[in-house]
Structures are given as C-alpha cells and as structure tokens.
C-alpha cells in the first residue's frame, strides 16, 4: 500500500479500488488516503493538543518528580529527595486523613441518597422530567457560585440562613464551616447536594434497563414489592454501583474547590486536602514554587487513582461490548 | 439498549400493575412521591430561588432577616449596579470567550481526529487510539503542575501563553472523551455512504465536511453543550494561568469579589454567573438527562 500514499487523495485513480478490494474488511474503502497528505492534516490538530498539553506534561510529571526545579536555574536530578520530603512533611498525614474522611463522607451522604432517589423516582408515571430536572439542576450550577452561596448559608451567626431555619426547630446556632468538628460534614453536604444529581441519572438510566420478565418471574413465585427491591433491583444494579462507586472515589480525592474557598483547608487544617496541599507546595510556596514536591505528590496520588480508573474502564467496556 | 429497555420499562417496573391496583400500595406510593417531590422541590430549586430572590433584596434584610421573602421591598438595582460598577459585564465577557474557544478547539480536535482515526484510518491509527484513550486513566490532578510549566514555557512557540486564553483554549482540546465519543459515532455511520461519495468524486476534505459532519449534528451538539458548562465550571486552571484580574472568568472573579463588594450586589453577581448554565440546562434537558450524562460524570 505504500504507492498510494504518496497519491494526491483528490484524484482518484480506479485502478486504486480493486487493491482495496483485494483486502476485504480490514481496510475501508478510503484505504487508498491512508497515510497521506489529508489523514495527516486530519490527525494534526490533535496531535498537536495532545502532544503539547497532555502527552508531554505526563511525561514531564514523572521527570520533575524527580528533579528540584524553579523554572530560573537549570533542573537538577535529586533522585528520590522530592519523595522522601513529601513523606516527611506532617501535613501530608494530615491531607491524607483529611482526604479519606471527605471520601468516606462523601460516600455515607451520597451513595444511598441517589440510590433511595431514583428507585422512587423510576416508578414514577407522571412528571418524571420534572423529578429528574429538579434532582439535576444544582449539578449546573457552576460550582463557585454554589460554594460561595452555600457559605452565606452556613454562616456561624443566628441570622445565618440554615441557622434561622434550624432555630424555628429550637435547633442551634451552629458554627457550620468555624467549628472542627463539623466542618468536614458541612464541606461534604454541600459537594453532595452539588453531585448527587448526576448520580440519580445514572442510577435512572440503569433502572429503566432491568428486565421486567425478572419482576415477572419473581411475582409468579409469589414475592412482594420488598423482596423484589432486594432480590432483583439491587442485584441487577451491582455493576453500576461498582461505578458510581468508583468515580466518586476518583472524583473526591481530588477534591480542591469545596475546602479552598469555604475554609482555605481550615480551621487548624481539619480540611486540608491533598490536592490543596500539592497546590500550596506549588504556587502559595513564599520560597518560590515547590514543583518537584508538588509533581511527587501528585504522582503518588495519581498511581493509586489510575488503579481505580482502569477497574472502571474494565468494568463499563465490559458492559458495553455485551 | 437504552431506547428498548427504556419503552419496556414503560410498560412496568418494580410494581406490577396489580400492585398499583392494591389502595395500600397506591397511597404509599403516591405518599412517597409526593414527600419525594417536596424535597426534591426544597433541595433543588431552593437554594437557587433564595438566590434570585436575595439578589433583589436589599443587603439589610438579607442579613437580618435571610429567610423573609422581600420584608422592605424589591433592589433591582443590584443587579444593575453588579453588570455595571462590579464590573460583572467583563468578567461575564471573558467567561464567554473562554467558553466559546474552548469550544472550537475541543470541536475541531474531536472532529478531524475522529474522523481520522474511524474513516480514515491511518496506519498507526490503533497507536494513536490508544495513546489518547490512555490519558483518559490519567487523573487530572498530575496534570496540574506540568501543564502549568507547559503554558509557561510551551514547546516549539517559545514565549509563555500566561495570561492568554490559548493557556486555556488549548489544554481544554485534550480531551480524550470528545475524541472518543466522536470517533465512535463516525465509525458508526453507514460505511456505503461514504463509498459513495468516493465514487461519486468527494475526497477526504469533502467527505468531512459535506457528509461527514451534517451527519453528526446528535454527537456535535453533546460535545457542544458538555463543552461549554465545563468551561464555565472551570476554576482552578484559569485562576492558575489568568492572573491578570482583566482576563479573568467569573468563575475565577467572584471568590475576589466577595471580599470587596457589597452582599446585595454580590449576590446579584452569584445569579447573574448561574444564568447562562441553568438556561442550557433548560434548553437542552433531554441531552443532560439522558444516558449522556455518564460520559459527564468521568470528566471530573
């Protein structure tokens, strides 16, 4: 095939088509521009985009893991040096616990809700577009708007929005984004009113793809509305969960926008997240930017979630292709 | 499977329809949905309600008393006074040109690589494939620090992109998923079409432009769409290469605000910022609620 490659794809030589034709399948039938002038400009813009932004700075993420690097002198080799300072900076145990407590969190306030949400909603006959569209629209708010509107809510006063509603209950006032002890719940409450529509979607989508002969058959053998929920909805739903699972894994250690502008990853560090801590190693550094410990630490962060994302890319292609 | 599983799951679903005749089963139900409704209706629309209605309140009574609905009357000068001296016009500008070149490159990248990679299938194609599937594992935070350095000093340009929209026009065109999606809707199109425009004389540019592409509007205008709300959730980065306050997003702007502008007015610029998010959401409700919104979900 390597004559034709040089073949000006305009002109279409006929004697061009019954080679491609010689090879039935593997190729389609524009074989003959294969490699040539035009495929290479189709492929251009992208190779470009992802060579400059994407290939290369994944690359560059394992380099400078490995480098001291402040963008004046030369970048140096340091070996593991970057590493063993992340390991011996306190807050990175700090962003840890703190991490994992915003994901355990976030999965005890986000994953039966949804859940709960659209098994209601999937039965519903009438309006279901209304459910849904109320249950989606604080995932289009644009997250800074949330969090800056969330924080008027919380705030500590008795005047505060959610303090004057609790305080028709008697309840409060709560210090909610000041207080260390509820502080993280209050940073997960709003991230989950923010996400838990797009969950409540998937979840619909799965429910509308269960069998009903299933339900069928279980009612022939006599069972209740209960034991149907338990021994059919939530079976057939067990793949999808995996992978709601998972991206919320994924997504809350990566958390950044909800403890950087509600509380700066205060008080006392109770918020302080990994990302935030790798984006002050980097940019709020008074020492000028902390690259090489910034890269090291996001490279740890990313193998463990790189684990994650190839289980979940498994288990979707393993799906789609059934 | 979606669209079959959608209509039988019309017919019925955990109730059969003899459960929906039993009076206990069609209270509780209609007991559930309604309690369903109401927080859905509290947890949903409540917040931005307040919002719309804090907006045009004056900063006193929101203070005071947050929760009363207009207690001294309407301040639809707020609103006013956030486009105008807040300056919420500019920043609403840049917004919109962030979103809209965002736009245009994630298109032309998704467009001409898929098409390259499911019609025209060069030789390293399945290379190609795979290397842009793989940034797909690849979870955005080990980007940050080198993507930055990139925009300060890019390869071959030679002069930083800081403080221009390229810094985030180009790097929001890496997207893997776009690629993705558009290459499968090309690879699904009738392959029969395409062979005949070949005979009938169309090259590889024709092909894309006049049969290619009017064929794709569904794919184009999820891309679109799913462009543009990223963009304008967008943070981190643009606060990262957009220093200068003057090329600044809204997004980006009004944690800056906050600080210095009166409540009444800040909180018109919160509604203001939601406006043009929620309207798509409005238009395109069908494109967000349906199954397209699991391709949404594994940007983040």
Redesign the interface.
Known sequence: MTSTDTRP??V?GDRARPRTAARPGR?????R????L??????????I??G???????G??VV?SFQR?N?VADPVWVGFANFQQVFADPQLWTAVQNTAYFAVLALLFGYPIPLV?A??????RRFR??????????????????V???K??YDAGE???FN??LGWAGLGPYAWLQDADIVMPSLVLEAT?AAA???V??YL?A??????SL??AA?IDGAG?WR??WH??LPQLRGILLVTFI?QI??T??V??EP??FTDGGPANRTLTL?LL??RY??TNSLGGD?GA??AL??L??LV??AF??L??RLTRSWSGS | ??AT??S??A??????P??RKRPS?RWS?RL??GA??AV??V???G??L??LK?ATTPTQDT?????SLWPNGFDFANLVEAWTRVEIDKYFLNTIALAAGSWA?QL???A??G???A?????LGRL?SG??LA????????????????V????LIGTSMLNTFWAVW??A??S?FN?LLMQRFFANLP?EI??AA?VD?A???R??WSIVLPMSRPIIGVVSVFAV?AS??D??WPM?VLPDPDLQP???R??IL?QFVELDVF?AA?AI??LI??A??LVF?RM????A??G???K?
Do not use: C
Request: hydrophobic letters at 60%; charged letters at 10%.
């Open positions: 794809a305009g279409t190729r389609g039938p524009l074989a521009a294969r490699g040539g035009p495929t290479l400009v189709f492929l251009a813009p992208m190779l985009v992802f400059a932004f994407s290939w290369l700075p994944i560059r993420a400078m690097t963008l949400a098994i209601l909603m999937s039965e519903v577009g209304l459910f849904s569209a109320l249950a989606y629209l604080p995932v289009v708010v644009p997250p800074v708007v949330a800056l509107l969330w008027l809510f005047d505060g929005v004057t509603v009113w529509g797009g969950t979607i998937i989508a429910l509308t793809g269960v069998d009903p339900y069928e009612e509305v149907k929920l059919i909805t991206l994924i997504g250690a990566q950044f926008l950087f502008l990302l790798i984006y980097a940019f690259y910034a890269a996001s490279l962060l990313a979630l790189t994302s190839v979940y890319f | 499977m979606n599983g959608r039988s799951a017919d019925r679903g955990l109730l059969a003899t459960d089963v139900t559930a949905h369903l409704l859905l209706a947890a949903g629309l917040p931005m307040w919002l804090a203070l005071r008393t947050p929760m490159v032309l990248v998704a001409t690589g098409y390259a990679l019609v025209l299938r060069p030789r190609i290397a842009v940034t797909l594992f690849v979870p955005s935070v080990v980007l940050l620090v080198p993507l930055y350095l990139t300060l000093d890019p390869p180009l790097p065109g890496a893997a690629v392959r395409f062979e070949r004389g090259g590889p540019y092909l894309f709300i304008w959730k943070f981190l990262l809204l997004s980006v009004l944690p906050q909180l919160l910022s939601s998010p929620i798509l959401f409700q967000f609620l349906s199954g919104s699991l949404g979900a594994v983040g």
